[in-house]
């Protein structure tokens, strides 16, 4: 069976600081392993996936994400934060073996950038 | 990129009526269709995935007579929310597969049942 956890409910960070939204999963072979942002009443928005290969991913709007096979960990980064990456944030995963399975999302991560 | 939409983005409909909710791969052929549901401040739960053509395979706890889903073309999937009820307000969003099964989202549909 697959399964994300994303063990933080609430992230705060202030404005300019790095953030840091943790993800770890569990998959019987290797994962697909996505992450995805979400705006009030509004569908998710991709920002970056791994597949294989460099285990730094670059996605979109500055974000990134390194996966971390021992740790089976995927945490999202960024460097510097923005007020508007406020947002809910999930981490999905897909047991790469299984084609016919869709996506496993975790609970997600509410994050609060604040000015 | 890949464009999946979904109509309509917000309805709010009596007790008792059905609403149906259409998803629509704009620029691709989705072999697989899935239905999600998201209570608020939750994360996004699978009620069914649909396949073109054949019946749709529904999660456990998900009531196939009441969560209607139809797969009718490569580009079009329905939901159809029969005798509706309160309890059946939440945000549903629809993800459409291609072949390479790369899966994209619609935007949602937010239905509100009084």
């Known amino acids: 069976a697959q399964s994300v956890a994303q063990p933080e409910d609430q992230v705060n960070v202030a404005e300019g600081n790095p953030l840091t939204v943790k993800c770890t999963y569990s998959v019987s072979g290797n994962p697909y392993l996505f992450w995805y942002v979400q705006y009030p009443n509004r569908g998710l928005q991709f920002l970056l996936k791994y597949i294989t290969g460099d285990n730094l991913v670059k996605g979109s709007y500055g974000f990134e994400a390194e996966f971390n096979k021992s740790q089976t960990s995927f945490h999202l980064k960024k460097p510097s934060a923005l007020v508007s990456d406020s947002a809910l944030y999930f981490c999905?995963?897909?047991?790469?073996?299984?084609?016919?399975?869709?996506?496993?999302f975790g609970k997600g991560t509410r994050l609060s950038v604040i000015a | 990129g890949a464009v999946v939409s979904q109509h309509p983005s917000w309805v709010i409909c009596k007790s008792g009526t059905s609403v149906k909710i259409e998803c629509r791969s704009l620029d691709f052929q989705a072999t697989t269709m899935f239905w999600y549901r998201q209570f608020p401040k939750q994360s996004l739960m699978l009620m069914a995935t649909?396949?073109?053509?054949?019946?749709?395979?529904?999660e456990q706890g998900v009531e196939k007579d009441k969560f209607l889903i139809n797969h009718a073309s490569l580009t079009l999937s329905t939901l159809t929310v029969t005798s509706a009820h309160p309890e059946d307000s939440s945000f549903y969003i629809c993800?459409?597969?291609?072949?390479?099964?790369?899966?994209?989202f619609g935007p949602g549909t937010r239905l509100t049942v009084t």
């Open positions: 993800s459409a597969r291609d072949r390479r099964y790369e899966q994209y």
């Open positions: 999905a995963v897909r047991d790469r073996a299984s084609g016919n399975t869709p996506l496993v």
């Open positions: 649909s396949n073109e053509g054949s019946k749709a395979t529904y």
